[in-house]
């Protein structure tokens, strides 16, 4: 319509580009049922927008210390699996984050915190869709444990109120595969010996024990995540009682670098049976399991 011409009676308006991308959100939005409790609160469920004209603005207030502590570990995944399935959907929420960095200056509330490798296909707050203030993201090649990263879990939850540890590897990892192929230059020795005894946890099928063997590769990924959410719970007390009391939760999962989808479907074991976590069942059941290995629901 020219400036100045009258609107045609009956005609339907015409929708702006920033208009259609929010319906588009919305169209892909789907809320997920939780261990029968009903549909977690999603972020994409309350959009707002700025008052400046075609800005988008986050399409959910910023996280506050009341919306934190009312967040449980089921509805944290809940919230990175909605994340995962925009992102990997192409329909993302736009974000405005010069508005979410004023309204986190002054204190930031995430409801989890990612493990994840330092490879830079596997961007944490992109890959979950989720913006400023929103979750901790700890990043290590190898998405191994050392004292500084378990003490920044711990940090995580026992001091800011994390609900939701989860550590993500991902396929064709490069420390994966050096460790696999005995890689060790320089002060990566340190950190590929972190990951032999995944390597190690691996049954020997028959078939080659090296970085060629694609499937060898993924399962010694696999592998290193479970030793991992197994070190987290042997090596730190205070998660541990976390965990038994049910306060947070402790998923594993994969992010496959070819499509985008994480899956968290990974639990811990090992030659002990103490451990603490949220086992990722089936596409909307999650179990609770105690140190003993019994399931609490």
Excluded at 41 to 57: F, I, K, Q, W
Aim: glycine fraction near 10%.
């Amino acid at each position: 319509m020219s400036k100045g011409q009258a609107p045609v009676a009956g005609a339907k308006p015409v929708k702006s580009n920033l208009d259609r991308s929010v319906m588009n959100a919305f169209r892909g939005a789907s809320p997920l049922t939780v261990a029968g409790r009903g549909p977690p609160r999603l972020r994409d469920a309350t959009p707002s927008m700025e008052a400046s004209p075609g800005l988008a603005a986050a399409y959910s207030p910023p996280r506050t210390r009341e919306s934190q502590a009312a967040m449980t570990p089921e509805w944290a995944l809940a919230e990175l699996e909605a994340g995962n399935q925009r992102f990997i959907s192409g329909k993302s929420l736009p974000r405005n984050y010069r508005a979410q960095i004023k309204a986190t200056a002054s204190g930031q509330y995430p409801f989890a915190i990612i493990l994840s490798c330092i490879d830079s296909r596997e961007p944490a707050e992109l890959v979950f869709d989720q913006g400023i203030g929103d979750i901790f993201s700890a990043r290590v090649a190898g998405n191994v444990l050392s004292d500084d990263i378990l003490g920044s879990l711990e940090f995580a939850c026992s001091a800011s109120g994390a609900k939701l540890i989860a550590v993500v590897g991902h396929s064709n990892c490069g420390a994966i595969r050096g460790a696999i192929d005995g890689v060790n230059p320089g002060s990566l020795g340190g950190l590929i010996a972190r990951i032999k005894p995944a390597v190690a946890n691996v049954p020997d099928d028959g078939r080659p024990r090296d970085s060629t063997n694609k499937e060898f590769v993924q399962k010694v990924a696999e592998a290193n995540v479970q030793l991992v959410m197994q070190q987290i719970c042997e090596r730190s007390p205070a998660l541990t009682d976390m965990l038994d009391q049910r306060r947070i939760g402790l998923v594993g999962g994969m992010y496959d670098i070819g499509t985008g989808r994480v899956t968290f479907d990974l639990r811990c074991t090992g030659h002990r049976s103490h451990f603490a976590s949220i086992e990722f069942r089936h596409r909307s059941r999650l179990m609770l399991v105690s140190p003993s290995g019994l399931a609490l629901r």
